[in-house]
């Protein structure tokens, strides 16, 4: 079965091909640009700052907010402009997988805005966005546990493979983004989408984490290309 | 069991070493562990590992000088923006005592002054003072942000960084703990001291940074100076060479030993701030010298560079309105909504 070749020619556990910059912004605090595949994401992280919404405020700890947002011309079809209950939800589910790495009880009552722009979508945004957001966020000097790394496993034409381009999460039967903390191997975000059974949700659980190993080595190359000194 | 050597580069998560050493500043204990948890360089002393950050914000810390830009006036005070996420208030009478007089004729919004942080409350709201030789509003200049972690970098060694641009560029420079740093001096050498500034933050990490500066200046300068001078200049640099050498040598054995005398008490409370600060302490010290004897020394020096270059400051009082209006432009650096779209635009 893992002999099989994909639509694009990728095999069973191949990812698509990622490039990965820190520090792209020159007004951002961090800022990271990421491209798998066709997607291409920019990410903005400002803070901590003093915060300007008072009912937010954490009087022990900082707190983060996150915006995901598609532009208009990032898909085929034309996307209309604004938040709507897909980009809320990955905004939310964003936070939500970075949250547990930071580590802002230095910086009470601050807060830490990430923005992240798709700028061309072709399947697997949310993941590329976290991956996209921890690199920005440790660029932006943010104290973090580990950098928080996304990837998807799914299931096409019967098969379970790894990082689904557009076209297979279309037409696939399902999809199971996750991110992971890498040192520890920690699940902080945990989505699926279509039938599994339970073997083949296991199996898809432990490709994605492979993929996501793959995905922080390359992060990690990102960061240190752009500061060491070498 | 160690995994980094001093001075490495190291990304948050990354394990340092093992149980037998001490997690300092930048660091965090996990299962035994000691990992980063920010993107810098590793700092190693007497089995005490801190990661001295790359970028950081400026928390206010009591004691620090900071340069502030009066953001509001209310009441009985003035809402200071500090360049930090925590705001900075001076209250009325820190300015003047008891009397009532009315606030914005004595600071306006968007003055910007230079204070002290004396004292720093639970939710980490500076509150600022004036009390202090040097302190007060400045006139004129720009102002250069740099990262706050870099100040020391930027100061150098008992102030060798910051007198040599001072010398070359005749410009005053006051360096305050936030990462604001105010310039004044000729227009062209504000410019350039701001550049030298920037460059500084850049290559904060690299070594022989001070040389490498010195060239640079001296190679920006060059056109305005008689060839004479750069020549000796030139021939001035490599003993200088040697001795910043011996000075990190010096710089690094005086601080293992302090390291020595405080370790007692840092195993206690390794939370407790003080220790990543030793070195900005230093340089806070610097710069209130500095700041003080510069209102003083100033004429004098003025006096002397005149001989020299007699051009330089005929024309400051025309520079000085000019100066002005930089200084609204330059004080932006809050505003960062601008520039998001430049890269979209670029790629």
Known sequence: ?230 | MIYVEDKNLVIPGQILADDDYYPGRGTFKEDGKICSSLIGLVSLRNKKIRVIPLKSKYVPKKGDVVIGKINDVRFSMWDVDINSPYSGILPAFEVFGRDKKELNKVYDVGDVLFLRVIDVDEVKKAKLGLKGRGLGKFKGGIIVDISPTKVPRLIGKKGSMINMIKNKTNCKIVVGQNGLVWVKGDEDMEQLTREIIHTIEVEAHTSGLTNKIKNKLCLAIDGELPVEETEEEFVLEKPKLQNFKEELEEEERAEAEAKLKDESEEIQEAEVESESDDVEEDAEEEIEVESESDDVEDEAEEEKETEDKPNFYDVIEELKKKNQNKKDKNLSYSDNSKNNSFILNNR
Do not use: H, W
């Open chain 1, 1 to 230: 079965m893992s002999e099989m070749i994909r639509e694009d020619g990728r095999k069973y556990n191949e990812l698509r091909p990622i490039k990965i910059e820190a520090g792209v912004l020159e007004r951002a605090d961090g800022s990271a640009y990421l491209e798998v595949g066709g997607n291409k994401i920019l990410v903005a992280v400002y803070g901590p700052r003093e915060s300007y919404i008072r009912r937010l405020l954490e009087p022990n700890t900082g707190v983060i907010r996150c915006r995901y947002n598609m532009a208009p011309f990032s898909v085929d079809d034309r996307k209309r402009p604004g938040p709507d209950r897909r980009s809320s939800e990955i905004s939310k589910i964003t936070a939500d997988a970075l949250r547990p790495a930071l580590m802002l009880e230095n910086y009470p009552r601050s807060m830490v805005d990430i923005y992240i722009e798709v700028i061309e979508a072709e399947g697997g945004t949310r993941c590329a966005g976290i991956t996209a957001a921890s690199v920005a966020l440790v660029d932006a000097g943010v104290p973090m546990k580990d950098i928080v790394v996304g990837c998807a496993a799914g299931k096409v034409n019967d098969e379970v493979v790894l990082d689904l381009s557009e076209v297979e999460d279309k037409e696939g039967q399902a999809d199971v983004p996750i991110a992971i903390m890498p040192r520890t191997g920690e699940i902080t975000l945990l989505q699926s989408d279509g039938d599994l059974t339970e073997e083949e949700f296991q199996k898809a659980i432990d490709l994605a984490m492979e993929g996501c190993m793959k995905v922080s080595e390359l992060q990690k190359e990102a960061l240190m290309k752009k500061y060491s000194t070498e």
